[in-house]
């Protein structure tokens, strides 16, 4: 559509010019400009999945973080109580003797 309106001004404009070569030159410079268009969106499109999936990635590996922290920190707790329990055991042993 934009390509006729295109070309029907321009011979509008100059009636001399040759409507086969203009015609030619304003649908090539619609088309490249439509290529162009399409690719922009799709590019877009294709950044826009690779955000999401980083985003997607990052909180799940945040998340294990987290779990791995809070599992690490059980385990000291856990290392710590038996720690000190042996330490008790070995205590209360000393005391009956």
């Known amino acids: ?9 321009f011979l509008y404009l100059r009636p001399e010019s040759d409507f086969i070569i203009v015609s030619g030159v304003v649908f090539g ?8 268009v399409l690719t ?3 590019t877009n499109e294709g950044t826009k ?21 809070a599992l690490a920190h059980a385990e000291g707790v856990q290392e ?13 042993s000393e005391e009956k003797k």
Not at 1 to 9: D, F, K, N, S
Not at 29 to 36: E, P, S, Y
Not at 49 to 69: G, P, V
């Open 1 to 9: 559509m934009i390509g006729i309106v295109g070309t029907a001004l």
């Open 29 to 36: 410079i619609v088309g490249m400009l439509t290529t162009n």
């Open 40 to 42: 922009f969106m799709k």
């Open 49 to 69: 999945q690779s955000r999401e999936t980083h985003i997607l990635f990052n909180s799940r590996m945040d998340e294990l973080m987290r779990k791995a922290t």
């Open 80 to 92: 710590g109580q038996d720690n000190a329990n042996l330490r008790t055991d070995a205590l209360k």
